[in-house]
């Protein structure tokens, strides 16, 4: 049998045994608790990586399970600090957004989460050879979920606390980074591979565990273009990538894959005779697939 995602997971095991173990003996054990609210802070934190992670972009995913949707919105932006070496500067970046998960178990029960997210990062970048690069840096993500469990009969007692309410959670991360980035008659091909790091607290109900930890590696391939064309005199460059993102740790264990694959393209607007703080503006469009799920997303970037 194959891994289920953290929608099935969770739904199963509110749907399941533990539903009728809450129906038949009124009390929930110790043991069985503390089970059920570790596997349902496992699963929101899960989608903290939809609501975070820029390589994926704004959009919906659908699960297997053609009842387990997920639409996130978000924006990221990225600032590089200039600096008076050339072998070095000092970079910011982010993001800030909302998803909202369903998962509908029977005609009757219903899983809702909507999670609120704000991410900010920075780091040095070292250049350590022509056209490369290394990064390395640091973030924190503040996110609140806020869950709903709709069901026939109503929950109540523990399962209601467990099932229900707000929750926020602390994220912390360590990054680094490898790219090459030539340039060729206008022509501005790169390849980047990192890995992340990061490490959520957990602070829920009747949970035995305190944190979960999870690691992402990431190999991105792209062109940028020379400008096009302008619209209302601001240059505009397209760019055309691809990534495979590999997940370990809590993350892959909750979600039931450990990778999948994105295709995209990136509309680069300049805009800084515009607005002088704005360097560009960014839509991205891509499509995400992976063992499990499936996503048709887009999103707009600053850089400033």
Known sequence: MKNLPHAETIARVCSGILFAVWLFSG???????????????????????????????????????????????????????TSDSPFYNFYLN????????????????????????????GGIRVKIANDTDLMIGTSYLYSCADSTFRSTPPLIGDLKTILNGTKTHHTYGLSSSLGYHPAIRGYHPYARAGIRYFKTDIDAPYTTIS?????????????????????????????????????????????????????GTTAHLGASSLVSWVDEVTFDINVV???????????????F
């Open 27 to 81: 009390v929930l054990s110790a043991d069985t608790k503390s089970d059920l609210a570790d596997t349902y802070a496992k699963g929101i934190n899960a989608i903290l990586f939809f609501t975070s992670e820029d390589v994926i972009s704004s959009g919906r995913y659908s699960f297997d399970n053609s009842d387990t949707t997920l639409d996130t919105h978000f924006i990221p932006f990225t600032h590089q600090f």
């Open 94 to 121: 982010g993001s800030i957004g909302f998803s909202k998960f369903e998962e509908v178990v029977t005609l009757t029960d219903t899983l809702k989460i909507t999670t609120y997210a704000a991410k900010i990062g």
């Open 211 to 263: 944190e979960t930890t999870s690691t992402l590696s990431k190999f991105k391939v792209g062109v940028i273009m020379p400008p096009l064309a302008t619209v209302y005199d601001l240059p505009l460059k397209m760019e055309f990538y691809g990534a495979a993102v590999f997940l370990g740790g809590d993350m892959d264990d909750v979600l039931g894959f450990d990778h999948f694959f994105v295709a």
């Open 289 to 303: 697939k992976g063992e499990n799920f499936d996503g048709f997303n887009f999103g707009l970037g600053v850089s």
